[in-house]
Structure formats: C-alpha cells, structure tokens
C-alpha cells in the first residue's frame, strides 16, 4: 500500500511557492517606456497619477528588498531581524523612529541579540555536558523556534506588504475600507477600488506567509538534526551553514537588493524541494522534544504494557514508509514485527512488515532506546527510534518484541564516524551513539 505522505515531496510544494511567489514577482514594476499617443493623457477622473521612472524604478527596488528580506529572516528569524532590524533603526531618519514597527527598534533585537549569544554558548560550551545541552536544544526545538516564527516571521511578513503598498502599517492599508478615512479627500477611491487594494494585500501576505513557512521549515531542520546528532560541537558546523546562509543573504539586501532577490528565488525554490523531508523532522523534532523534556526535566518515564504499541519514527526508509514517520511498533501473532503508520496521523493505516533476516536488538542509547538490526562485523542498522518515555524499560521492550537482547549504543565511537552519520544516520559502526 503506498503511503499518503509519501507524496509531500519537493514537486509539490516547489509548485506550490512558486503560485505564492507569482503574486510578489507580479508586483515588480517592468521598465517604464514612453506614453504611447493614447495614454498620454489620462481620464480626468483617475485618481492615480502615473509613475515616473524614477518612482517606478524606486518601488522596485523596494518590492526586490522586501522578497529578500522575508526570506532571509525566515531562514534564521533570530539572526535576520538582528541584522536588518538594526540596518533599518540606523536608516531610518531620528525623528521617524518612533514610527517604526516593534521588531525594528532596539527593545526588541537587542535582547534577541543577547539571546544569540546564549545560543552560541550552548552549542560550544554546552557540547562538554551533553545532559544538560540536550534538553536546552530541546527547548529550542519546541519553543523558540516556533515561538520566532510568530513573533517575527509573520510580523515581518506583514509590515514588507504593507510597505509595499505604501503603507506604513497593515492597519492603516485596512483602514482604506472605511469611508470616512476619506473623508478629508477630494478624490476618494471607489468602494471597488478600496475592495480591490484590501484584497489584494491579503493575496500578498497569504503569499508571503507560504513563503516564509517554505523557508523557515527547513532552517529549522537544521536545529532538529543538531538534536539528533550524537556528535560534539556538530552544532556548529550544522547551525554555522544556516548562519552563512542568512547572513550573506541580509547584507546582499542592504547592498545590492537586485541580486538578493535572485539569490531568495533560489534559496525559495531549494527549500520547496527539501520541505517534504524537513516537515517530516518538523513533527519528529516536535514530539521528540516534549518526550526528552517530559523525561529528563520531569523524570515522567513510561512502562509500557504487554499489549500496547511502541511509539517511535523511522530512522530510514521502510517499505512505502519514508525516513522519519511517526509508526508504531507491533508484534504479530506469528512472531514477526510491522509497523503500524497514519499518513499526517489521520489518512488510512498502512502495515509494512520488518524483514527478519539477521535479528533485531533494542539499543540503549543515551536519551531513547532503539531497535537496531543487527549484522556481521559488529555492525547494526537503526530501524526504529523509539519515543525517550520508553527509557529504562529497554529489557521489557525486548521481551514484549521477542528480539534477540538489549545492547549498549550510549558510547561514541569517534569523530570520524561524523561523515558516514550525515551521509545515513541510521548506519553505526560499534559503539556509535544513537
């Protein structure tokens, strides 16, 4: 049976940012050319004068700054608005700073900034102590990335379109709806013309806001795989991609806005093609993180009974069912193991069985035990990371499974062992943590 999600791959969702760019890309002024003999002169009745070149030219500019800047601080919502947050406060005259937005002015980044700072102690320092770092990257996985997407993705998303429109807030571009902000105007605009520009600064903050998930769903897979990895100081290399990224991408914004636009339709359009795999480590990071914090903050471990289902993600491709899917984990009645899988938890239930050729284990690891299939050579294969809960009930699991035995995978085996760990994170020599 093929299953549902294997179809949320990068075909579909590349499809589905570049309709959401269609609406950004189609607000971007084509060179102006001289009034042919029939629009030289407009209607008497138009309210909207033509742009000059200069005012064409200048808007997009603007609209070439905001697409950068949306996507370089989805990228990395911490360090962009770090950057192009403290670009726009200096830019902007002394006595309109008061008029700025929140997620501009000095209150906000500078704690921000300061939060950086703990972050990058954390991920360097903080890799001596992996039992105290591990849930503080849980902590970050849970909350504060998804807590910047809101509280900073989506208010940036918002204030570039209404800047955009020339608006200096979303509040004051709705206002147009009301008769009366008009009041005070000679050449009002029609109802039809207020109804037109209210819908079409929807259309660009709905464009805007699949945008900004496309790309901040895979920067945050990067703090999912830091996670993940058993390696010390990992974090670095793996968050020190994403920084490189979004920091060479804001200061092209503030230097040269025509070529930052088209580094973001490349970053936009690599993102849509890896998103179906970092939504996947999306919700793995999401119910790994509470399941770490839930044992290691609250010591709320679970014994699991005899007939129950063990909860956990595929730690590679199995069957129709793709690397990191939430399964469950059942013993049948002849003995053999299945896996038990609900495509985004509520499509049809597929069963894929474990093939039995060379035995399974449960690996104790350092945070979650696994099941492990065990061959020559010492080597061993993770099948199936199972929930942290489960720790401390490793022999219950083995005998509730029926494998082979319980075996220690808690100690590294080097450094060296990294790149064969990026490469497939499944595959572990002896004694590679898990």
Known sequence: MVVASKAVNGRPLLVIALLAAVPLVAQTPASPSPPSVATAAPPAASSTAAESPAETLSRGMQIAQAISTVTSTAMSPLLGVCILGAWEFYRTPFEKRSQLPAHLRPRFFFPIAFLLLLILGKDTLGGMTPLVKKPLDALEVLMLNKASLFLIGIPVVMHEVAQVLGQTSLLDLFAALEPVAYAQSGAAPSGLERTGTALLALLLVASGLVLTFIVWVVGHAFDVLVLLSPFPFVDILLKGMRTLACTTLAFLTILEPRLAVLVSIGVIIVCALLAGWAIRLLVFGAVFSSDLIRTIVFSDYHRPKS?????????????????????????????GL??????????????????????????????????????RGGRYTTQIRLLPRYRKSEQKIASMLGVKGVRDIRFGAGLESFWGWLKDDSVSPVGLAS
């Open 338 to 375: 299945e896996l038990r899988h609900r495509a985004w938890f509520v499509g049809p239930e597929a069963t894929v069985p474990l093939p039995a050729e060379n035995g399974y284990d449960i690996g104790v690891g350092l945070f979650q035990p696994s099941l492990i299939e065990t061959s």
């Open 307 to 335: 007939t129950e289902p063990l909860a956990g993600f595929t730690a590679r491709p199995i069957g129709d069912i793709p690397r990191r899917a939430y399964v469950r984990v059942v013993r049948r009645e002849d003995g």
